[in-house]
């Protein structure tokens, strides 16, 4: 009995072994010539196309930047949109290389769907949206509500838990899509709507009349957004967790898009590494010495993705909040390049 249980032990290692996503997804990247790059199916602020197909926001950023690093190319990136319901299968199946798709970093996810988070993105928080006409000022007064809601999502979840915890009646009207769920909520099948605040903010946008609704000043969680990739490749996983990295060490370096030649002559010893002039902290992630400057010149800094993409200059005009750095009061923060 031993000895069969070790040819089956010996046979699933030997499969593992065997299984293209250990240290090669890269090399796959590279002879593809492409990066493919899991979205959503339109947020505006996090990804979406516009009327010619080409693709913007924060999710977006992140793949750009990764094409920009890989190929001295942000343009070669193919996005792949994806439902909530679809976007773990994409990921598990190798149809997409990153999934970079406003998902919640929970524990369930991190540790049972063959993947990992490489850091956040956004830092979110559920809230709900409502008709003006309602009168409705707090979310405590949504008992006996009906709310639409996206399927599948750690959305329905906390809902569910809200209004469990406050002894309150509700009837959740759930939909398979975000587009479903913002239709059904406009055409009063349902009282409320309730997303992420960045999401509630975009989807408002959607609507016939977007001054008749209100994003309700409560907050039922934490939304912590990022993107994931396939467990059993330590290469890849670093390569995209210092992406992030990289724009926000950028931000707080002051180097941004448009400085980014003039800062890589700086004698800081901070900025020396980061432009690869000390070290070989690019050749260690299996890329060049100019990463850093790659990133910066396709996509600029944290900030400068964010503000362009969700910030008071954009459409969505959400203040920096939680997002902002960590020394301007904010809860952003990477570590250093050294």
Known sequence: MKCVSLAVTLAFAASLAAQPAGAQTLKAV??????????????QGFSAPDDNGNWSGIDVDVCRAIAA????????????????????????????DVLSRNT????????????????????????????????VNSALELSSATV??????????????????????????????????????????????TDDVSGLYANRLKLSNPTEHVVLPDVISKEPLGPMVRDGDSQWFDIVKWTLFAMLDAEELG??????????????PE???AFGVDGNFGEQLGLTKDWFSRIIKAVGNYGESFERNVGVGSKLQIARGLNNLWNKGGIQYAPPIR
């Not at 590279?30 to 947020?43: E, I, N, T």
């Not at 769907?113 to 409502?130: E, H, I, K, N």
């Open 271 to 273: 900025l020396k590494r």
């Open 30 to 43: 590279k002879d593809r010539g492409q990066l493919s790059c899991g979205v959503s199916k339109g947020l």
């Open 104 to 135: 919640t970093w929970t524990l369930s996810r991190d540790v049972g769907l063959g993947a990992s988070f490489t850091g956040v993105t956004y830092y979110d928080q559920q809230g709900f949206m409502v008709k003006k006409s309602l009168k």
């Open 148 to 193: 639409c809601v996206q399927t599948g999502t750690t959305t329905e979840l906390n809902l569910a838990d809200y209004f469990k915890s406050n002894n309150m009646k509700y009837e959740v009207i759930a939909f398979d899509t975000n587009d479903e769920a913002v239709k059904a909520y406009e055409f009063g099948r349902c009282d409320a709507f």
């Open 69 to 96: 690093e890989i190929f001295d190319d942000p343009t070669k990136v193919k996005f792949v949109p994806l439902s909530a319901k679809d976007r773990f299968a994409a990921l598990q199946s190798g149809a997409i």
């Open 255 to 268: 180097v941004t898009q448009k400085n980014v030649d003039e800062m890589a002559k700086s004698d800081k």
